[in-house]
């Protein structure tokens, strides 16, 4: 699962234009223009191919151009096994989509003077606090939707963990900072949930209240929700899958209720395509506007810079905007956000000069970049480019991705000591071990071997060297393919156990919990 969430930011990246891989960036391509621009069949055509040729379960688009919308359909299954079809109307997971509701009820909220996105976050949250005490003190709610914190990721503080919004929101004090405050772009979840956590308390309701309120009834989004529960109860829903080499595997649904602000709405293309359509007119729908002309531009203005080298010539540098990703396309600025969490990819995307945007779901995690592909094949076509081959370029970006991969884990396995044994008995290492934010990891002996517990899911620990053992790569298990080092005192008492749950920090330290 940890390579499933690494996919993830590949996906948000490629679709943001930004390289991640080695390798020099494409030649320029013809951008002549065609005699006419695609028709809705045109469209279909293209992307019923896309979706054969990539094995793809399901997938739902819809595109808007000149305020109609020319395209919006299913294509493929939201039910393997049922062989039931994706249609307009079924409900998919949109993922991190959901963090430009966040910034849009925010906006509104500044739009009512209960908010300055410019004053501390302490303002209106007092016992907001943060390790680096200079960001505690500092923190906007513009810092907090930019992804410029200071903090990296730190996703298994949250990702299949029990705690709720308050008690994440009050960890955040221990989670280590990787760089410092404003430095540099940090993609990061928790501080996008902090922000919801912040619009509901202004509210006074619940931010899905809020959402629900000033975004869902408006727009007539009455089928769209706030969990993976509710989806269920549905008549058409997809069911969630996931690549693993040749093979796509039904997961489980990945709750996401509490770290919601981030990543937890779920929707059909059918309802979303009226929200881009908000954005593409600057907080308007229906001659009303909802959102200020001011606040939507700040949305899709850029506040801070995405580090990376351009992969490809078409694609222009992006930054981070408040909640949306700021980028261009063979000239033409672009506006979008994927989305992703375990079965699930999502891609919003507009022109909004052209007046052209689109939202594409999929039920699919893993190796699926055809959000992607289908995006700018989209824009070829409606805009009558010379369409590019991007499923080509991505393949060779993905076997170039997987290369690298397949280096790294030969050099880690030439680092391992043959012949060594544990420093200790197997009994001495059993116990329960504790850290302030990532919770409880508890250590058991059963027949011979170490087993570990940590959020519900179990895993038999593999002597590795010395005091190191590894958890074996289980894509079903969320810190799978790690290692863990046991630690011991001046006494030579097992007191602390190491595991690298956040490589852009040192390990996190469990530290033992007496009996």
């Known amino acids: 699962m940890r390579k499933i969430l690494a996919v993830l930011v590949l996906v948000l990246l490629a679709a943001a234009g930004v390289g991640v891989a080695n390798g020099a960036a494409q030649a320029p391509q013809r951008t002549e223009v065609q005699s006419s ?57 949109i993922g991190s989509i ?33 390790q680096d005490d200079v960001a505690g003190e500092r923190m906007t709610p513009r810092d907090l939707v930019t992804h410029r914190s200071g903090l990296p990721r730190h996703d ?24 410092d405050f404003r ?45 993976v529960h509710d989806s269920q109860k549905s008549d058409d829903f997809a069911y969630p899958y996931v690549r693993l080499g040749d093979e796509v595997r039904q997961v489980d649904f990945r709750n996401l209720d509490e770290i919601g602000p981030a990543g937890s709405i779920n929707s059909s293309v059918e309802e979303m395509i009226r929200y881009v359509q908000l954005h593409i007119e600057k907080g308007k729908h229906g001659g009303e506007q909802l959102l200020s002309q001011s606040n939507a531009e700040q949305m899709q203005t850029p506040q801070m810079a995405i580090q990376g080298a351009i ?55 893993g190796e699926n970049l055809v959000p992607a592909i289908v995006e700018r094949g989209v824009y070829d076509r409606v805009l009558g480019l010379e369409p590019l081959d991007w499923a ?61 517990v940590y959020r519900n899911e179990k895993a038999p620990l593999i002597h590795f060297h010395y005091d190191v053992f590894t958890v074996p790569e289980d894509p079903l298990i969320a810190w799978g393919d790690t290692k863990v080092q046991f630690l011991y005192d ?23 919990v007496a009996d």
Request: zero cysteines.
């Open 98 to 130: 959901t963090k430009s509701f966040t910034v849009t009820v925010l906006g509104m909220l500044a739009d009512e003077g209960k908010l300055d996105w410019d004053v501390p976050v302490r303002t209106y949250l007092p016992d907001f606090r943060l």
């Open 156 to 179: 298994l503080l949250w990702y299949g963990s029990d705690l709720t919004r308050r008690e994440m929101y009050e960890r955040l004090r221990y989670l280590e900072p990787s760089k």
């Open 311 to 365: 992969q490809y010539e078409e694609l222009g540098h992006s930054a981070y905007g408040m909640g949306l990703v700021v980028s261009s396309y063979r000239g033409k600025k672009v506006v979008s956000h994927g989305g992703g969490i375990d079965g699930f990819i999502a891609q919003l995307s507009f022109m909004p000069r052209e007046q052209l945007g689109m939202i594409i779901l999929t039920n699919q995690s």
């Open 392 to 452: 080509a370029r991505i393949r060779e970006r993905l076997a170039r991705a997987e290369e690298a991969e397949k280096k790294a884990e030969e050099e880690a396995l030439s680092q391992r000591r043959d012949g060594t044994s544990p420093s200790h008995d197997l009994s001495e290492y059993v116990g329960t071990y504790e850290h302030a934010a990532y919770g409880v990891v508890t250590i058991s002996l059963e027949a011979d071997t170490l087993r570990a």
């Open 490 to 512: 001046k006494k030579g008492v097992v007191d602390r156990l190491s595991v690298p749950l956040e490589p852009a920090v040192a390990d996190i330290v469990f530290t033992r």
């Open 183 to 227: 430095q540099v772009f940090q993609y990061q979840n928790l501080m996008f949930m902090t922000a919801g956590y912040l619009a509901g308390q202004i509210a006074g309701t619940g931010w899905e209240e809020l959402v629900r309120e000033r975004v869902f009834q408006p727009l007539g989004m009455l089928r769209s929700n706030f969990s």
């Open 37 to 93: 621009a695609a028709t809705a069949e045109d469209l279909d055509a293209f992307i019923s191919g896309v979706v054969t040729e990539s094995g793809l379960p399901g997938l739902a688009i819809a595109v808007v151009k000149d305020g109609e919308v020319i395209l919006s359909k299913g294509y493929g299954y939201r039910d393997l096994d049922g062989q039931l079809p994706v249609t307009s109307s079924t409900l998919f997971a």
